[in-house]
């Protein structure tokens, strides 16, 4: 079993849709969250941490779920721009390591 | 954007020739990775570096070898490169605070023929 899991998708959503993006871990000290946005060709970048109490950022909003061992991103009024590939992201107890999910491909129509 | 360059860019090699990557960053973070990303495996850690001198194997470390001998400087090196390494490799780099992101740099698209 892979360390962080998300599901591979991909999701073709049409614009103004509400998606969710899941992403289950399997190491119970894990300390820090993030999820990162890709675009096709590009490097990895980061779109926002996630907390504990949760957090959003205008359309986005990210939760943490420490009891079950996920981390959901919530995407409002998806636009075509937002059209890429979502990769969650978990830091070890340490912090030396972060290990990434094999990501979400995210496609918004018109 | 974070300062980290990868060269080269792209590389075409032959199976059984030694590679070497560069990753360079501005920013004086002293950690410093190695991922490479294939289709349907997403990042895979390869070797990760906490301080000049040091470092560490990741999830898929067989085949390849690191170097830190400045902190701005992380060199990957394959000894003699597979076709089963054809990959997208990017650096990241990390601040020291605990639970700080990682900023990417472009990456490097090898081919071994």
């Known amino acids: 079993r892979k360390e962080v899991e998300q599901d591979p998708g991909p999701f073709n959503v049409p614009e103004g849709a509400t998606v969710a993006f899941n992403c289950t871990y399997s190491n119970s000290a894990s300390q820090s969250f993030f999820w990162y946005r890709q675009d096709c060709r590009k490097e990895p970048k980061l779109l926002m941490s996630?907390?504990?109490s949760g957090n959003e950022d205008g359309r986005f909003t990210a939760q943490l779920n420490r009891a079950s061992q996920y981390i959901s991103l919530l995407i409002r009024d998806s636009k075509l721009s937002d059209s890429a590939t979502y990769l969650c992201?978990?830091?070890?107890?340490?912090?030396?390591?972060?290990?990434f999910g094999a990501g979400t491909r995210l496609f918004v129509k018109a | 954007d974070a300062g980290i360059t990868q060269s080269p860019r792209h590389k075409v090699t032959e199976t059984g020739t030694p590679v070497t990557l560069r990753c360079h960053q501005t920013e004086n973070h002293r950690y410093m990775y190695w991922y490479r990303q294939d289709p349907g495996h997403g990042l895979r850690l390869i070797h990760y570096s906490y301080g000049v001198k040091d470092t560490d194997k990741g999830e898929v470390s067989d085949g390849y070898s690191v170097s830190r001998s400045k902190t701005e400087d992380f060199l990957l090196t394959l000894e003699s490169a597979t076709s089963s390494q054809t990959s997208v490799y990017f650096c990241?780099?990390?601040?020291?605070?605990?639970?700080?992101?990682?900023?990417f740099g472009q990456g490097t698209r090898l081919t071994v023929v």
């Open positions: 992201a978990v830091g070890r107890t340490g912090g030396f390591k972060t290990i």
């Open positions: 996630v907390y504990s």
């Open positions: 990241a780099i990390r601040g020291d605070r605990v639970n700080t992101e990682a900023f």
